[in-house]
């Protein structure tokens, strides 16, 4: 059963991985990580989410510019093994609150129908009493925002949680990661916009309640892996590009996958 845990607080670490790293790093810690059990034997499943924004990109850009502190909404749905989905199944709305490298996620589970009529049109579902509060954060937050569609990612992810010696860990890889800027509806089967992610990578997520445990810190300095801000929202954004409203007379993002260096998003932009 899929983990339903309403609040997550931990320290988040993304990376680019090669493949090959992500092969070479899994052989090497076959003892310390344990396939998630939400996903096939070896921890392997589909996810896709629907992002929401203001018209003029406030989430998008609290990102790109840097803040240390930012919010997101979404509307997340796990793909079960046989694809099947309509209004009526299950999904998760997401509040992800991130402090510097400190994440909190919080989340309610309800229907796709329910998610979508609460988040673009303002109509609380019947819930329990213990989902109030954050049924109602995510109400305030799309309503004085006037939140909208904005972006679907989808991709398949390889899960695990670390051993006893290691609890809290939790580190996934992503790869086949694609966007949509049009036809807004999870489960469309229309043809994705492009890719985010270049075939021979992952990104790699690092979770853990205090801190990243030393044999993975190893690993990522004996391979010359360093830390990113990589976005998969910011990144279908800006592939697209159509939504920003502010003009821009250069858009430097990054590219892991030529320079293989760790790289800000530079965004010159006029008055």
């Not at 502190?69 to 309509?86: A, E, H, M, P, T």
């Not at 569609?149 to 695990?160: C, G, L």
């Amino acid at each position: 059963m899929r983990n339903e845990i309403k609040n997550f607080k931990r320290i988040e670490m993304k990376y680019i991985l090669t493949l090959k790293q992500k092969e070479d790093l899994l052989k090497k810690f076959t003892k310390e990580l344990i396939p998630d059990t939400n996903g096939n034997s070896s921890g392997n499943y589909k996810l896709e989410s629907l992002y929401y924004d203001t018209d003029d990109l406030k989430f998008y850009w609290e990102k790109a510019d840097g803040n240390r502190y930012r919010k997101k909404l979404r509307i997340r749905r796990y793909v079960d093994q046989n694809g099947n989905f309509d209004e009526n199944s299950k999904v998760f709305v997401e509040i992800k609150e991130k402090v510097d490298e400190i994440t909190e996620k919080r989340r309610v589970k309800m229907t796709y129908k329910e998610a979508k009529n609460l988040v673009e049109k303002g109509i609380i579902p019947e819930h329990k009493e213990q989902d109030k509060a954050v049924i109602d954060e995510i109400y305030i937050l799309a309503k004085q925002n006037s939140l909208k569609p904005k972006a679907i990612t989808s991709y398949d992810r390889q899960a695990f949680f670390g051993t006893d010696s290691e609890t809290g860990l939790r580190i996934t890889f992503d790869t086949e990661v694609f966007y949509k800027r049009n036809d807004l509806l999870l489960n469309n089967k229309k043809k994705k916009d492009g890719n985010i992610v270049e075939q021979n990578f992952t990104i790699m997520e690092v979770k853990a309640n205090s801190e990243i445990p030393e044999f993975i810190l190893k690993f990522l300095e004996e391979n010359n892996i360093t830390p990113t801000r990589f976005s998969k929202y910011c990144q279908a954004i800006e592939s697209s590009e159509k939504d920003l409203k502010i003009p821009l007379t250069q858009l430097d993002y990054y590219n892991f996958f030529e320079k293989k260096e760790n790289l800000k998003t530079k965004f010159a932009l006029t008055n």
